[in-house]
């Protein structure tokens, strides 16, 4: 079984509201604010209470400062009291994570480096602890998955340093993007920034339908009151089975090149790797005026694919990517190690709706095994198999029947 967060945007995310549906599910509010008071800020205090929106109980969160402040921080400033913090490395990386998602926002929109991005937004106080407190509630809940519905994002204008601004605000479209959203579902702004930024980090699944076992409803309640919507942010709990869906929804960036050295494909396909991809394979064609050229094809997840693009238009020639969506259907892997003649060997178990349907042995061993011995790689690779089967008492034909 997973466990999975699924956010109920029907009215919006902050960063409070997010904090009080965590505590509402369970996360103890002395707990986070002993996790919180580990970065060694002063001037704080977090507030949580029982509230009603609609005549639905949740709990609102406050931060509190004791005096006003005006300081504006870059993002390394942020960094810093994080990696200055006593806070443990996972919860650490995951809140600057979140950090730079929305300082990024902030520097496309005012078209700035990050580095020089400095704003109130993000360096006040509440929006420290907001972003802090969503990664250490995240990972105290210990969750496999994200799933998020429909976001909401609100109506009107909202103000702000910057002056007035249409919702969605700049930075909260921008962290947005390629994310679904409603807009003008209550008149206020029901998204802001850092609420963004938590589900584009957080969310590893959005608007997609998934069968669940809830076990637990949490409601953060907002600080606005709407007069024929709730505004309340709802988080389930819940428990996911492993083998309900047989695929997923991956993507494929592909590029034609004919005018590149092949020599730096290499280096190409080895960057790709190292930034997430699942895989990157090549494929000769003929292109135009009979020229022959390549086909770069490179398999990822979600989340993912714009560094990849990033990657390709550096690194190679090409003018134009097409990015695909298509269902991906994978195995589930049990890796484990047997005792055999040669001694230890990784064998790879695979496994279709819960049902076995492969068990081999890894190359690598295979391989070391036929140098170390001299024999050929495929009878090491056949006596491996054919001694485990026997061990097993399973006879391959009657797989086959």
Request: aromatic fraction near 6%; include cysteine.
């Amino acid at each position: 079984m997973k466990r999975v967060l699924y956010y109920d945007c029907f009215s919006g995310i902050s960063g409070d509201m997010n904090l009080g549906a965590m505590i509402d599910l369970g996360v103890d509010v002395t707990f986070l604010k002993k996790e919180l008071e580990k970065l060694n800020i002063q001037g704080w205090d977090l507030q949580a209470e029982t509230d009603q929106r609609h005549g639905i109980r949740g709990t609102k969160v406050t931060v509190i400062q004791s005096s006003h402040e005006h300081k504006h921080r870059h993002l390394s400033d942020i960094f810093n009291i994080i990696d200055r913090s006593s806070l443990n490395k996972k919860t650490g990386d995951l809140a600057k994570k979140i950090f730079l998602k929305l300082a990024e926002a902030e520097a496309t929109v005012h078209g700035i480096p990050v580095e020089k991005i400095h704003f109130h937004e993000v360096g006040a106080i509440d929006s420290i602890i907001d972003i802090t407190g969503a990664a250490i509630c995240f990972n105290a809940l210990n969750i496999d998955e994200v799933h998020v519905s429909i976001i909401e994002t609100g109506g009107g204008m909202v103000k702000c340093e910057h002056g007035t601004l249409p919702v969605p605000a700049p930075a909260t479209a921008e962290i947005l993007k390629n994310i679904p959203i409603s807009k003008g579902g209550v008149d206020f702004e029901a998204t802001t920034p850092t609420g963004a930024a938590i589900l584009a980090t957080l969310g590893t699944v959005f608007n997609k339908t998934i069968p669940f076992k809830i076990l637990r409803t949490g409601y953060g309640v907002g600080h606005k009151d709407h007069p024929s919507v709730p505004n309340l942010l709802r988080i389930f709990l819940c428990e996911k089975e492993e083998t309900t869906e047989a695929g997923h929804e991956a993507l494929l960036i592909e590029c034609n090149i004919d005018d590149m050295n092949p020599e730096h494909f290499e280096y190409v396909t080895e960057k790709l790797y190292r930034a997430g991809a699942s895989d990157v394979y090549l494929t000769d064609v003929i292109m135009k005026k009979s020229r022959p050229g390549t086909i770069l094809s490179v398999i990822c997840e979600k989340g993912v694919e714009e560094a990849l693009k990033e990657i390709i238009f550096k690194e190679t020639t090409t003018l134009g990517i097409r990015c695909l969506k298509f269902n991906k259907e994978t195995l589930s892997r049990v890796i484990e190690q047997v005792s055999t003649k040669f001694g230890p060997v990784t064998f790879k178990r695979s496994f279709y709706r819960g049902k076995e349907v492969s068990f081999k042995p890894e190359y690598s061993d295979c391989k070391k095994i036929a140098e170390e011995t001299g024999l050929p790689l495929k009878m090491v690779y056949n006596i491996i198999l054919s001694e485990i089967t026997n061990l097993s008492g399973t006879d391959d034909s009657s797989e086959k029947n």
